[in-house]
């Protein structure tokens, strides 16, 4: 208990700014993710229990992202949400709880994975690096406030422990690796594809030889297992990319060609510039651990361990750079990682391992020059968090330029990911655009009007061409009365989305209902007379696949936790 609650002091003293004043405010994606975040949990506060249409995102016209972008992150952040209340009304606190309950999370497993190897001090020294890793904490806490990338470092030490296990043959190893997979895959995509590969050779890999190809095999069941559990989102975000814009901005913008490892570098210290030179600190720090467990570790175990986490590095190292250009053209779901150097993400938990694996060697008196010159780099680490985090938070006295305050306070009211639009609507042409541009789209789409509202095509002077009234809207179902004197062309001002329906409230007769053009708004062509419409997005196809692999998936689970129980995982070899 007192090496957690060290831990859990540690994680105060470098997190501490998200309990006062909530993720940092300037930080590239906390906008989105607040404002994700602040309507998801208040759909879930009106009992729907899984929001994927965000009805309040884009001004109020409404965004998909939810069918896309994993849960698990936005789930954390709507129980603060809810418990704040009107303290909060913005959200930011809520989310900045939520990725403080991250990083404390992350270093509780972290030191439970390493403590199956080590000491206790050496896993609280391994731990502490894995909170402190610049990747982990400058980059992607409070330069970008990827609150999902940061919730998917609390799974990767539980997973590996699981395999750990499952090498073990423990018994409850095999359940436990699918859960956790399956948690990675409702946090962060690009994570999962990343890590993948690592799961896998970690169980070929730590196994012992003549259990390799068994313990391979059961872990890549675990995956399996895990995926289909997390087939509630998954096939949603993987079968309904046609319905947005995803595929263009990760060609585009996003396109993994501009990101590589080895690229130019200017004189400046922007974020390129950043995570190259903390890319060589980490490489630089892993590669002088690793040395030191090769050379002079005399555990056969340690040995084999470090090797592979010094593989992990190198594989990481490959993956950001263009030496694996073929593997980025021919492997056409790594396009979704977008940025080789999330790879980043890797090295992190080899520094980790072998820090928690040297920590014995770094104490002894012959290695201090190592042990200090290892300590340097850590000091330049927090330097370096401590110089970025601070100009995130405005609160903190941060020095930024007008030009981004006013971008930054535009779009907090009206946020939209431009990869998370409907195809339909005009929008999407203006991805390449700045932000600010894309808000006064939005604006030039209501033209003063509210979201959220319905209207008739005007007629001539001496036509009327009918009203319509909205009665209630919920975020997947609106319902309108409708006084149309002659058929006629009704627009809702909020984004069409492959999937709307509508229909007659009364008689159940179906209503054509496409995009404007080009605004992407709901159009509907309704027939003449007075009644009331029912315009709704229903379970889709993908939606009811996903429930029924993932309850499937869960009865397995659950037969094979109660009811099997195979002879082989009930005890440890």
């Known amino acids: ?51 994927r249409w965000l009805a309040e995102a884009n001004d109020g016209l409404g965004s ?17 949400g809810i418990l704040f209340g009107a303290r909060d009304p913005d959200g930011w606190l809520a989310t900045g709880y939520g990725c403080f309950l991250a990083m404390l999370l992350s270093a509780i497993g972290a030191f439970f994975w390493l403590r199956e190897h080590v000491s206790e001090q050496a896993a609280l020294a391994g731990a502490a690096i894995y909170v402190i890793a610049p990747y982990h904490l400058a980059v992607d806490l409070y330069v970008r406030g990827a609150t999902a990338e940061v919730w998917s470092f609390v799974w990767l030490p539980l997973i590996l422990l699981s395999v750990e296990a499952l090498a073990r043959r423990w018994r409850w190893a095999f ?22 590969p690592v799961i896998v050779a970690a169980g070929l890999f730590l196994a012992e030889r003549k259990q390799a190809i068994s313990t391979g095999l059961r872990t890549i069941g675990a995956m399996v297992l895990g995926a289909g559990l997390a087939a509630i989102y998954l096939i949603p975000a993987m079968f309904d990319q046609w319905k947005i814009n995803i595929g263009y901005v990760v060609s585009s913008i996003f396109n993994f060609r501009y990101q590589w490892f080895f690229r130019p570098i200017g004189w400046g210290l922007d974020f390129p510039e950043r995570m190259t030179l903390m890319n060589v600190t980490m490489f630089a720090f892993i590669g002088v651990l690793l040395w030191l467990c090769l050379r002079y570790g005399t555990d056969r175990a340690v040995r084999r361990v470090a090797i592979f986490y010094g593989g992990v590095t190198v594989f990481a190292f490959v993956f950001m750079s263009q030496l694996s250009y073929p593997f980025w053209v021919t492997i056409g779901d790594l396009r979704f990682v977008q940025f080789p150097w999330r790879f980043s993400v890797l090295p992190v938990l080899s520094a980790a391992m072998l820090t928690a694996l040297s920590f014995s060697l770094l104490k002894m008196p012959r290695w201090r020059f190592v042990a200090i010159t290892l300590a340097v780099l850590v ?14 938070f405005s609160a903190l006295g941060g020095h930024v330029t007008p030009a981004t305050t006013m971008a930054r306070s535009q779009e907090r009211s009206r946020p939209g990911t431009c990869e998370y639009l409907p195809v339909t609507t005009v929008i999407t042409q203006s991805c390449t655009n700045p932000a600010y541009l894309r808000i006064l789209g939005l604006e030039y789409l209501l033209a003063g009007n509210a979201a959220k509202s319905a209207f008739f095509a005007a007629g001539s002077a001496d036509q009327n061409s009918g009203v319509a009234t909205v009665l209630d809207w919920k975020p997947r179902r609106v319902l309108l009365n409708v006084d149309a004197p002659e058929a006629g062309v009704l627009t809702l001002r909020h984004f069409y989305y492959a999937g709307w329906s509508a229909r007659v409230a009364a008689t159940g007769e179906a209503i054509p209902i496409g995009p404007s053009t080009p605004a992407g708004f709901m159009q509907l062509s309704v027939p003449q007379g007075k009644y009331e419409i029912v315009v709704e997005l229903p379970t889709q196809p993908t939606e009811k696949a996903g429930r029924l692999i993932s309850l499937i998936s869960l009865a397995g689970l659950v037969a094979f936790v109660v009811f099997l129980k195979p002879r082989t995982l009930l005890t440890r070899d």
């Open 1 to 51: 208990m007192l090496h957690l609650a060290l831990l859990g002091a540690f994680v105060f003293l470098f997190c501490w700014p998200l309990l006062f004043h909530g993720i940092p405010e300037l930080a590239d994606d906390a906008i989105a993710h607040v404002a994700w975040d602040k309507s998801f949990s208040s759909q879930i506060a009106a009992g729907e229990w899984y929001p």
């Open 64 to 80: 998909p992202v939810f069918f896309y972008y994993p849960p698990v992150a936005s789930y954390a952040s709507s129980a603060f």
């Open 175 to 196: 359940p436990a690796l699918a859960v956790a997979y399956a948690l990675l895959a409702m946090t962060h995509l690009p994570t999962v594809v990343i890590f993948s």
């Open 379 to 392: 000091a330049a680490w927090i330097g370096t968090t401590l110089w970025v985090a601070r100009p995130e």
